[in-house]
Each structure stands twice: as C-alpha cells, then as structure tokens.
C-alpha cells in the first residue's frame, strides 16, 4: 500500500531554513507527480508546491514563491521541500501528496501524517 512518511519539521526563527522530506514506498514514485500543502491553525488545507513525476516542471504558491524549493530523488524514492526565509506565517503542519498522473499535482489520492513546522523568535 501507499505510504508517505514526513520528517524533517521542527521550531525554526524567522529568516532560517527548514528542509522537509518525505519517504514514499508501496508505488512507483517515478511515475507520479508529488506536492506539498500545509494547514495552519484554524485554517484550511493549502496547496504549497508540485512537482512533475520527472521533475522536469515545478509550481508555486505565491505565499512561498522564492522562498521555498521542491526537489524529488527518483532514485531514492523521497520528496523535499527546502523551505529558506522562513517566516512566522509559514506555521502549520505540512503534508506531501500523491499526485493522480505524472503531470496532475492538483489531485491527490494518498497523504501523509505530516510533520509540524513552528516559526517563532
């Protein structure tokens, strides 16, 4: 079965760095595009980053657009989010996604447990 497991969260000041991973097993990982998204407290889910199944293509929200990097080891079967300038708004529990074809980073059929991120002085 699928499995996507996070790591890599923690407490980080404003203006630091954070690079989140998320090991994935139980299907090709070359075959599908992968994302991040994000729940703060008291809000949403949100959409933060895709990527395409060869990491040919990559995407953006614009609340993290210059700030934050998606990367994927095809290889070693694990996405990353380097999360650079990081700001106190950047709070809340990420998750990576499953994407439903190569090029689909829009539609997700498998989640995470997520890892917490904390930006705080």
């Known amino acids: 079965q699928v499995q996507l497991v996070e790591s890599g969260g923690g407490l980080a000041q404003p203006g630091g760095s954070l690079r989140l991973s998320c090991a994935a097993s139980g299907f090709t990982f070359s075959s599908y595009a992968m994302s991040w998204a994000r729940q703060a407290p008291g809000k949403g889910l949100e959409w933060e980053s895709g990527i395409y199944s060869d990491g040919s293509d990559t995407y953006y929200a614009d609340s993290v657009k210059g700030r934050f990097t998606i990367s994927r080891d095809i290889a070693g079967n694990t996405l990353y989010l380097q999360m650079n300038s990081l700001k106190p708004e950047d709070t809340a529990l990420y998750y990576c996604?499953?994407?439903?074809?190569?090029?689909?980073?829009?539609?997700?059929?498998?989640w995470g447990q997520g890892t917490q991120v904390t930006v705080s002085s």
């Open positions: 996604a499953k994407g439903v074809t190569p090029r689909t980073w829009t539609m997700f059929d498998s």
